[in-house]
Every structure is written in structure tokens, then in C-alpha cells.
T-cell receptor
Framework: DAGVIQSPRHEVTEMGQEVTLRCKPI?????LFWYRQTMMRGLELLIY????????DSGMPEDRFSAKMPNASFSTLKIQPSEPRDSAVYFC?????????????FGEGSRLTVL | GDSVTQMEGPVTLSEEAFLTINCTYT??????LFWYVQYPGEGLQLLLK?????DKGSNKGFEATYRKETTSFHLEKGSVQVSDSAVYFC????????????FGKGTSLLVTP
């Protein structure tokens, strides 16, 4: 398996622009997680899905952030409008917890810079 | 809520030195505990895990024991190598939170030749 695939790997944009990050989980995994990593706050859980349904979005910082999972093989995280404080590395991870006691498989991340 | 506290870095060691990275947790249930490692420019990889009290996780010479009495899961390695230089994250997950991982802040390790 190719692992969790994220795109783009790097994104540089200007404040106010819309940003869309994409994730393809490992086939057969029924949980998908979006995390944000910054130096100041470490790794923060933004939202997670089970069987394509959002279960907990309490970590989504503001209404500017939205996430969707239209099918089992694709998810997006959108920021509109983007702000400089959104600059971070965004990680997608997937798992099938009942089989692996919660082990998550992470993508390589999308590094976002908002100027 | 559940939380993880790990020692702050950076930690700098000479090759072949003994490594300990402390991790303690707070949880209302019976979480599973993990150590993840992040190499520069990469995502996180599972290093080891333990799912119940007194379990010992081990991998690549690293070990950690799930201590319920002290709510700890300290990471140890007897002889570190330059290739172990990375950021190490302690984490817990619980069925009640959908197995979402709750991470500590991470500890940066630099091993010098």
C-alpha cells in the first residue's frame, strides 16, 4: 500500500486566499484524522471522521476552517479566507482502530505558509 | 480531559549514551499509550505502543513500560545512534475519543558522533 497520501506538500499563499488540502487514506481504514502542527502549540487534532462521517470537530479553530470526506478514499481541509496565523504543517492520518488499538498512520504533511 | 506531559528538549547526547525521555499522562479511562517519532521533513511514525498496564512496548532498541501506578510511559534506549536524531512524541488514545491520539509537545533529540 502507498500509505496516506497528502497534497500539496507545500503551499504558499497570500492572506485572504482560499486553501484546500487533500488527503487519501489507506484503503480499508475507516477513521481519518486531520492534525495541525506548529512550534507553539505542537500537534492539535482538528477533526476526525468515522466511515466518512465527522465525529468530532471541536478542534477546528474557526468557521474559516471546514473539512469534508465525500467518500472513503478522499478528504479535504479547506481554509477560507486564510490568515498568516494558519501557517503550519497539516497532517492527515488514518486507522482502523479495532484492529490496531488506535495506531494511526500519518501522511507526510502539507506545509502551509500564508503571507 | 486526557493529556500527556513530556520532558522538554532539546536533548543532546553523544553516540552510545543512554536515553530517557519522560512521559506522564492524565486519563479518566484506560488509554493505550504510544511513542511516535518524526524525522526531519517527514510525518510521524509509530515507534512502539502498550495497550494495558505493565505492558512493555519495544522496537529498534527503544523500550517503554506502561506504569499505571505512576501514570508514566518513559522512553528508554541503552545506546543511541546518530540516526536516532528526531523528535519523539508521547501520545495516548482512548476508545471514548474514537481513538484520536492526544499528543505531548514532543522532545527533540540530537545525537552527536
Amino acid at each position: 500500500d502507498a500509505g496516506v497520501i497528502q497534497s500539496p506538500r507545500h503551499e504558499v499563499t497570500e492572506m485572504g486566499q482560499e486553501v484546500t488540502l487533500r488527503c487519501k487514506p489507506i484503503s480499508g481504514h475507516d477513521y481519518l484524522f486531520w492534525y495541525r502542527q506548529t512550534m507553539m502549540r505542537g500537534l492539535e487534532l482538528l477533526i476526525y471522521f468515522n466511515n466518512n462521517v465527522p465525529i468530532d470537530d471541536s478542534g477546528m479553530p474557526e468557521d474559516r476552517f471546514s473539512a469534508k470526506m465525500p467518500n472513503a478514499s478522499f478528504s479535504t481541509l479547506k481554509i477560507q479566507p486564510s490568515e498568516p496565523r494558519d501557517s503550519a504543517v497539516y497532517f492527515c492520518a488514518s486507522s482502523f482502530p479495532e484492529g490496531l488499538a488506535g495506531e494511526l498512520f500519518f501522511g507526510e504533511g502539507s506545509r502551509l505558509t500564508v503571507l | 480531559g486526557d493529556s500527556v506531559t513530556q520532558m522538554e528538549g532539546p536533548v543532546t547526547l553523544s553516540e552510545e549514551a543512554f536515553l530517557t525521555i519522560n512521559c506522564t499522562y492524565t486519563a479518566t479511562g484506560y488509554p493505550s499509550l504510544f511513542w511516535y517519532v518524526q524525522y526531519p521533513g517527514e510525518g510521524l511514525q509509530l515507534l512502539l505502543k502498550a495497550t494495558k498496564a505493565d505492558d512493555k512496548g519495544s522496537n529498534k532498541g527503544f523500550e517503554a513500560t506502561y506504569r499505571k501506578e505512576t501514570t508514566s510511559f518513559h522512553l528508554e534506549k541503552g545506546s543511541v545512534q546518530v540516526s536516532d536524531s528526531a523528535v519523539y512524541f508521547c501520545a495516548l488514545s482512548d476508545r471514548n475519543s474514537g481513538y484520536a491520539l492526544n499528543f505531548g509537545k514532543g522532545t527533540s533529540l540530537l545525537v552527536t558522533p
